[in-house]
Structure formats: structure tokens, C-alpha cells
């Protein structure tokens, strides 16, 4: 688990991480975690090991993010042969499973780009935090992703923004910094995205990396995210791994609804419809799963409970006439007495 370097931080100390193993003396099963981050290592050949995984998770992961407020989380694993013992470890949580991939850069050449007229490179350091700038709250949460404090980032970390006015519209940071490795992680403000801003701030991250003796980054992200996986190639990274994952949300009705919606756009609309059905009978979710479990309901034929779930999506604030009219999952529905009834009522 090498290209996982939050893995080298705790063995090496510099990030404050609990250990769990197996056998003191002849450990053949770890179990630790940082932040989101669940880490499982070595064999899982023994199955008894199971209920003692369950326990770590729930009562010490995650508890502590829950705590400190996060709300999902990744696990990691070394081989497939942990994924049975995963599914059982989080029996009736639905864990999710999903691909991720690595790439890696050597950080020993400068492709350095100057920022467009009226934007500006910065360092992250004291004297930016020092100014008033419109997502400053964003940047300093980011700091502490992997740090405890803002003051150990600064000390200990590293990164460029670009600014743009009073504004503080994307950055680029180092985390988990070992040895002369890195990772990074990067953001951009919605309102700025798909103008090649990321890949002109990571590359200016590069050079800065290689100024302070960095010789390895490495970049992480969904295997499906195409944004990120073009700005990590057009900086200079290459590809390296894809890796198996399951991630998951700790509260239990978003968590099986997200379930839902990844089964959803598997195209089965039944499976679905059960997980949304789940979520809602547990708890408060958000409004959307109501449109969602309408929509399952119309694709599998049963009218009038996508009817019932449609009124219950408007009444609790879905009310976009042109999108509830357009949809293609509720087609089957257009010539139904309560369909021409909703429709005239939000018209």
C-alpha cells in the first residue's frame, strides 16, 4: 500500500493515528484511520477478525469523524481478498463499492505558467491569512484537513492559491508530507471551473514542491472523475494505479439513499426504488430522494406510488415545472388523471 501515503505519515509519526493489529508480536491484520480515511492492511484469512473490525469501525472511526464532523468516508484495502471480509464487517451498512485511481509526478522540472491579467499566484503562508478575502473559510478548513491546526499546516505543509480581486478562487496543497513525498489537493471555486485554472495552479504547485526538496507528488481521485484525471495528465502526472475502495456515509437514510442513486444509474430502477424506500422510512433525507423514489416508481410501473412520491417531492420543495415535465423516468405517468392534476396545479 505503498502509493497510499497517509500509510507512510502514521508509521512515520507525523500524523497522530491509533493502530489496531491482530497479534502484537506477530501482527498479520492493521486497522488505522485519519480523518475519512479507514485503512485495512494485511491478511484477512481470519474471519473471527470480523466482529472485532466492526467494533473499531463504528465505535472508534466512526465516532471520532462523526465528532469532528465528517459526514463520509473511503476505506482502503490491499488486495480483493478483503472485499467479502468488508461486506461482512459492515453488514446491513451498505457499504458502496467504488474505483479510484493514483498518479504520481516527479517534481524535477518547471513548467511554471504566469497567471492571466488580473489573477495572481500566492503562497499560502501567514501573510495571505493576514488579508480579507471571500473564501478564506474555505481555504483555512482545507488547511486542517490533514493538520490539527492552522498553525501546523504552515509549519509543516505547503501551497499556492490564485487570487483574483478580493477573491480566493482555487488552491493547491501539500498533505501528508513524508520523507520527500507529498500529496496534494486541490479546489476550485465552482463559479471558475473548466478555465484551466486547476492545471495552471498545480503546476505552480510543482515548482514550488520542487524549491522545498519534494521529489514525489502523488494525486488521488475517483476513477469516473474526468476533470480531475485531465488536469493531473496535462500537469505532468502519470498514471500509476486503480484501486478497488467502498465508501459509504455515516448517517445510515443518506447512506442507503446514496445506494439508491448509484443503482439508479446502474439502470435498475427496482433495486433503486428499495434502497430510496429504506432511506425514507429511516429518517430525514434530503429532497431530492423523494423526486428520485417518484421517478424508480414510474420506470418500474407502479403509478400510483410514483404519483404519491411526486406530490411528496413537491410538497417538500421540488416544484420545477419544466424538469418534472421533461423528465423521461416519469413518461408513463403523462397520461394519468393525477399527472394532468399536478401539472395544472404547478402551472
Request: hydrophobic share 45%; charged share 20%.
Amino acid at each position: 500500500m505503498d502509493i497510499h501515503l497517509p500509510l507512510q505519515a502514521i508509521l512515520a509519526g507525523s500524523v497522530n493515528a491509533p493502530i489496531f493489529v491482530d497479534n502484537p508480536l506477530h501482527p498479520q491484520v492493521a486497522i488505522t484511520w485519519t480523518g475519512h480515511r479507514f485503512y485495512l492492511a494485511g491478511s484477512p484469512g481470519n474471519t473471527d477478525l470480523i466482529a472485532f473490525a466492526r467494533k473499531i469501525f463504528l465505535e472508534n472511526f466512526a465516532m471520532s469523524a462523526w465528532q469532528a464532523g465528517i459526514e463520509s468516508y473511503i476505506i482502503y484495502y490491499p488486495t480483493e481478498k478483503w472485499s467479502g471480509f468488508i461486506k461482512a464487517m459492515l453488514q446491513q451498512k451498505y457499504p458502496i463499492p467504488s474505483q479510484r485511481s493514483y498518479f504520481s509526478c516527479k517534481a524535477n522540472r518547471s513548467e511554471f505558467q504566469a497567471a492571466p491579467e488580473g489573477y495572481s499566484i500566492r503562497s499560502v503562508d501567514a501573510a495571505l491569512l493576514a488579508g480579507k478575502w471571500k473564501n478564506l473559510d474555505l481555504l483555512l478548513d482545507d488547511m486542517v484537513s490533514e493538520r490539527e491546526t492552522v498553525k501546523e499546516f504552515l509549519e509543516k505543509s505547503f501551497g499556492v492559491c490564485l487570487v483574483h480581486g478580493d477573491l480566493i478562487l482555487a488552491w493547491c496543497l501539500s498533505e501528508f508530507n513524508t520523507g520527500h513525498r507529498s500529496e496534494v489537493r486541490i479546489s476550485v471555486d465552482e463559479g471558475y471551473r473548466r478555465a484551466g485554472f486547476a492545471t495552471l495552479l498545480t503546476r505552480a504547485f510543482l515548482e514550488m514542491a520542487r524549491k522545498k526538496d519534494v521529489a514525489i507528488i502523488g494525486w488521488h481521485c475517483g476513477s469516473n472523475n474526468t476533470g480531475a484525471i485531465a488536469t493531473a495528465l496535462k500537469s505532468g502526472f502519470e498514471k500509476v494505479a486503480d484501486y478497488p475502495v467502498f465508501i459509504g456515509w455515516f448517517d445510515d437514510a443518506v447512506n442507503i439513499a446514496r445506494n439508491g442513486y448509484f443503482a439508479h444509474g446502474r439502470g435498475e430502477y427496482a433495486e433503486a426504488l428499495a434502497f430510496y424506500e429504506k432511506s425514507l422510512a429511516l429518517g430525514e433525507v434530503p429532497d431530492q430522494v423523494y423526486w428520485a423514489t417518484a421517478c424508480d416508481a414510474a420506470m418500474i410501473g407502479q403509478s400510483d406510488k410514483a404519483i404519491d412520491y411526486l406530490t411528496q417531492a413537491i410538497a417538500h420543495g421540488f416544484d420545477d415545472l419544466e424538469q418534472i415535465q421533461s423528465s423521461k423516468y416519469l413518461l408513463s405517468l403523462h397520461d394519468t388523471d393525477a399527472w394532468k392534476e399536478i401539472i395544472k396545479t404547478l402551472g
